[in-house]
């Protein structure tokens, strides 16, 4: 289910649209630069495709949003068959409900007090369903639902393999799911298990290897909850690079994959059969004899590394060109005379890792055959509230 | 120059974010929503003054570079501590800053397409701009804009002195581009800027001065060139935090151009650890396993350079977009809930992501600053430059 954008989405979308609106209809060639651009069509060719490939998986799509934080994608994964969105942070919950989004995990634990007052005042809109990994954790979250007069679904959080938040073991599973049960105002769901290890791993087989373990882990700490007593109805994991083998398997109710939607070069390197709809447009703006400058940097793209793996960014048309240095607001390649990019060259840039640049950034640029057709926000910006929380509280 | 009063455009985003950040006023910073950045004033004024005393007996002039903070509120502190002018890494920095009141403003970059150079040169109608080039494509675009806004801009020519980023590489190649900037109009060519940042990753001291010393010498090596073929420089503009001190007193440099020593940060440190930290990222432990512990602030909050825990001795297991992972064992005392602050290795990635700093003194937070300009694409900027605002 789909309600209309509220307010915050829509006077967020006039906003970017009059600060960035004199760019519709030009090229995305004559964009300021740097720019995030977002093509429109290669993007709903990735939701389509995905939307076919549910019919043979088992498991149903829940879309990531961290990757893009854009409610007009969000709205359009909905439309193309995810039935709700999963969230790092409970700031992109506010926001996705508010675009209009009625079942929302916050794939991450809240613990902090003002973060887990949100998602129980936001639970009495919509389904929320949290993280937890600690029952210290779930009391906080029940005294805060009972304080908003609201339900807090819980998955318990597993390690499968990630070495990040999650139960070491089905025992600890088990003794934080009754602590669980045993709160007013929390509703234990089952377990959330993403096996974002297997995405560090580059190599198809033993990526295959490694998430078939997983799985079997995280099925078997289902089982050992489900002959103690508790029913585990939902397991919820999966990321873009192991949806496919994860969503094959009986067991799995949800995937919670986002990268699916915009895509980068370090995704297309494991799941080619997406494609990039998001890149930055950027121009030289030095060009020395042996290198030429462009002006997007670290403070663009964000980081070149996921985890210790290289996901350098490259320019389209010239991705032999080796790095030579990324700085704060530079990017340097190593060109000798061969090269013919020249300064004032605006040229396409491939993302090595999108989420990190689409934070940066204000906007995107939405365009269909190279042409700017509207402009839509990105939200929630940066790790802070924003002013998500005192709207909430205010009841808007 | 002075400093004139913040205007609506600065004066506005600090009322929205007080406005946003209101609650959390008067509370102590361990009770804020995490993530949060914060800024301990006394420790920034304290930085700032250090800077002040270490300039005071040399002629050399103090540019206060702001793309580090992006903060109207620190870099007013800055020229109310003597620095002359501030310096920029992009045109929407430059504007923000002449819209938080200051009239000496140095975009220390090459700037190139029409918009940018059209920014730059409204902003010259109104304070003194000053700029960077390293080829006569920007020079002709700035010319064209300038004439075009019916200002002029001041020219620095970049030099590489041995960070091979932008900049020319030698005399040859300095004299051609500064006759041709003199004769361009619209233009008043001033002098060079060459920032040797590739010392500024070389942590050995010794080795780092003498390294800024042949930097400098290539660079008033090339000034005294200009000079003898009739262009004298104005201006010679360097430095870093990690340089400051030994290129202030270097003969013929007239101004320095640091920022970091401001906030600082952990890179920074290592360079000169007599200035303090004035910027953290506070985060809550949300999940304590028995060998290690997740913060919720992760690489979208502190950025491309991580960090480490303040008053803990813990390695980094990993950074994820929304976590940050540490090592611990049973000695290790931390446990879900409890307040950490992070180190930022390299304070401008974490800045660049947050709207506002949570300004601490005592404890206690006393405002809420905005970051300002956020993010690398601001046609709005311009767009209100035209409206005149």
Known sequence: MMRDPAPLITQAHERVRDFHGSAIGKSKYELITPALVIDRDVLVGNLAYMQSRLLELHARLRGHVKNHKSPHVARLQLEHGAFGLCCATVWEAIVMVRAGADDILIANQLVNPGKRRAAALLAREARVTVNVDDPGDAAGLSAAAVEAGSTLGILVEVDTGMHRAGVDSPEEALAVARAVQQLPNLRMDGLSGYEGHCSLEMDHDARHAKQEAAMRYFVEVADYLEANGVPCPILSAAGTATAFWTGSNPRITELQLGSYAAMDDYHYLMEPRFHKATTAVVTVISRRKDRVVLDLGKKTFGSAEVGSIAAHPRIFGHEDLKPYRFDEEHATYEADESCTLKVGDVVDFHLGYTPFAVNYFDAYHVVGDGVVTDIWPIMPRGPLHGGLLPALEAGH | ?389
């Open chain 2, 1 to 389: 120059m002075g400093l004139r009063d913040p205007e609506r455009l600065i004066t506005d985003v600090h009322e929205r974010v007080r406005a946003q950040y209101a609650p959390a006023l008067g509370r102590a910073s361990d009770e804020l929503t995490t993530p949060a950045l914060l800024l301990d004033l006394p420790i920034l004024r304290a930085n700032l003054e250090l800077m002040a005393d270490g300039l005071r007996d040399v002629p050399t002039a103090l540019r206060a570079h702001v793309k580090v903070h992006k903060s109207p509120h620190i870099a007013r502190l800055q020229i109310e501590r003597g620095a002359t002018g501030v310096g920029c890494a992009t045109v929407w920095e430059a504007i923000v800053m002449a819209r938080a009141g200051i009239e000496d403003v140095f975009v220390i970059n090459e700037v190139v397409g029409d918009e940018r150079t059209r920014a730059l040169a409204l902003l010259a109608r109104e304070v003194d701009v000053k700029t960077a080039v390293d080829d006569t494509v920007q020079v002709d675009g700035l010319s064209r804009a300038a004439v075009a806004a019916s200002s002029t801009i001041g020219i620095l020519i970049d030099v590489d002195e041995g960070m091979h980023r932008c900049g020319v590489a030698s005399a040859d190649e300095a004299l051609p581009l500064a006759r041709h900037i003199a004769k361009s109009p619209g233009l008043r060519f001033l002098g060079l800027t060459g920032y040797e940042g590739h010392c500024s990753l070389e942590f050995d001291r010794d080795k780092r001065y003498a390294m800024a010393g042949d930097a400098m010498a290539k660079l008033t090596g090339i000034a005294a060139t200009l000079a003898a073929n009739g262009l004298p420089c104005q201006i010679v503009s360097a430095a870093g935090t990690g340089t400051w001190e030994v290129t202030s007193r270097y003969p013929g440099v007239t101004e320095i151009q640091p920022g970091s020593y401001a906030t600082m940060d952990g890179h920074h440190r290592k360079l000169d650890p007599r200035f303090g930290w004035a910027v953290t990222v506070l985060a809550s432990v949300i999940s304590r396993r028995p060998d290690r512990i997740v913060t919720d602030a992760g690489s979208k909050t502190v950025g491309a350079s991580h960090g480490v825990l303040k008053g803990w001795d813990l390695d980094v297991y990993r950074f994820d977009e929304e976590h940050s992972i540490f090592v611990v064992d049973d000695r290790t005392s931390l446990a879900t809930g409890e307040r950490v602050e992070i180190l930022c290795n390299y304070t401008p990635f974490a800045i660049s992501y947050f709207e506002a700093y949570h300004v601490i003194e005592d404890g206690v937070v006393t405002d809420v600053w905005p970051v300002m300009p956020r993010g690398p694409e601001s046609r709005w900027l311009l767009d209100a430059l035209e409206r005149g605002e």
